[in-house]
């Protein structure tokens, strides 16, 4: 399981526990984490995706080059 995955499952069990918790003030804490992780997830994403563009970037430029 990659990070992002990884991410959006603590996320779904966060949104979980929000939805059956009866304390207002817990449930807006697992909101809050549910959050997090699904931010944590996006950030994970995006890094990774710039990663993989300049990675391919430099590998182009790198056969330009010859």
């Known amino acids: 399981m990659n ?3 990884e991410f959006l499952r603590h996320a779904a069990d966060c ?3 929000a939805k059956f918790t009866r304390d207002p003030a817990s449930r807006a804490t697992w909101s809050r984490m ?3 992780w ?3 997830a ?3 994403n995006s890094r990774n995706q710039a990663a993989l563009a ?3 970037h ?3 430029a790198a056969n330009t080059e010859h």
């Open 3 to 5: 990070p992002s995955e």
């Open 15 to 17: 949104e979980q526990m």
């Open 34 to 36: 549910a959050e997090r």
């Open 38 to 40: 699904l931010h944590c």
């Open 42 to 44: 996006e950030v994970f």
């Open 54 to 56: 300049s990675k391919r």
């Open 58 to 60: 430099r590998k182009s």
